[in-house]
């Protein structure tokens, strides 16, 4: 079975810090990947997500992440971060065959100061 | 681009009654919807995955009898919490898959039982 395992629950930074959450999953076969964000009293929008090819996927609002296979991790990155993204943040995993839903790990609580 | 809808989005309930939460499809069928669950400050759990015409799949450890859903159109699948309780409360999320990889989230339903 897959899973996915965020290890940071919270997360602060400073406005203009760089950001990078972790994530590593739990699968032996091929995986699709990806970051979701939640806002404050909103629904979960994608911030990026990998099938194959490049591993190093950029998304909305400047996001980023790194797919390593050999890590079996897909962290996220962002080089200055905003006092507006703060929010949770969700890994997702799922299997590219048949209708699989997604396998979220427990999610990184990002707050950003001023 | 493809929409869930889910309503209501805020629902308050007393102990013992029954609520049903609607997602619909808006400019696009739905085959499969995946009906998950947020626990406050938690990851997304998958209760089960419906699909049209045919009987929803559960998770392990999902009451079938308690969280009735039906899936009996493309574009509409119901989750009915029955005979509610304090410990249902809870914050329910709808969520369809999009050919080839993505996924649609409904704004999900905050469900509070007294």
């Known amino acids: 079975a897959q899973s996915v395992s965020q290890h940071n629950h919270h997360v602060i930074l400073s406005e203009a810090a760089s950001l990078e959450l972790g994530c590593n999953y739990s699968?032996?076969?091929?995986?699709?990947l990806f970051w979701y964000v939640q806002y404050p009293g909103q629904h979960l929008q994608l911030l990026l997500k990998?099938?194959?090819?490049?591993?190093l996927v950029k998304g909305i609002k400047g996001f980023e992440a790194e797919f390593i296979k050999s890590k079996f991790s897909f962290n996220l990155r962002k080089p200055s971060v905003q006092w507006s993204d703060t929010a949770e943040y969700f890994c997702?995993?799922?299997?590219?065959?048949?209708?699989?839903?997604?396998?979220f790990g427990k999610g990184t609580r990002l707050s950003v100061i001023a | 681009g493809a929409v869930v809808s889910q309503h209501p989005s805020r629902v308050i309930c007393k102990s013992g009654t029954s609520v049903k939460i609607e997602c619909r499809s808006l400019?696009?069928?739905?085959?499969?919807m995946f009906w998950y669950r947020q626990f406050p400050k938690q990851s997304l759990m998958l209760m089960a995955t419906?699909?049209?015409?045919?009987?929803?799949?559960?998770e392990q450890g999902v009451e079938k009898d308690k969280f009735l859903i039906n899936h009996a159109s493309l574009t509409l699948s119901t989750l009915t919490v029955t005979s509610a309780h304090p410990e249902d409360s809870s914050f329910y999320i709808c969520?369809?898959?999009?050919?080839?990889?993505?996924?649609?989230f409904g704004s999900g339903t905050r469900l509070t039982v007294v």
């Open positions: 419906s699909n049209e015409g045919s009987k929803a799949t559960y």
């Open positions: 997702a995993v799922n299997s590219p065959s048949g209708n699989t839903p997604l396998v």
């Open positions: 990998y099938f194959s090819g490049d591993p």
């Open positions: 969520s369809a898959r999009l050919e080839p990889y993505g996924y649609t």
């Open positions: 400019d696009f069928q739905a085959t499969t």
């Open positions: 699968y032996g076969g091929t995986v699709n």
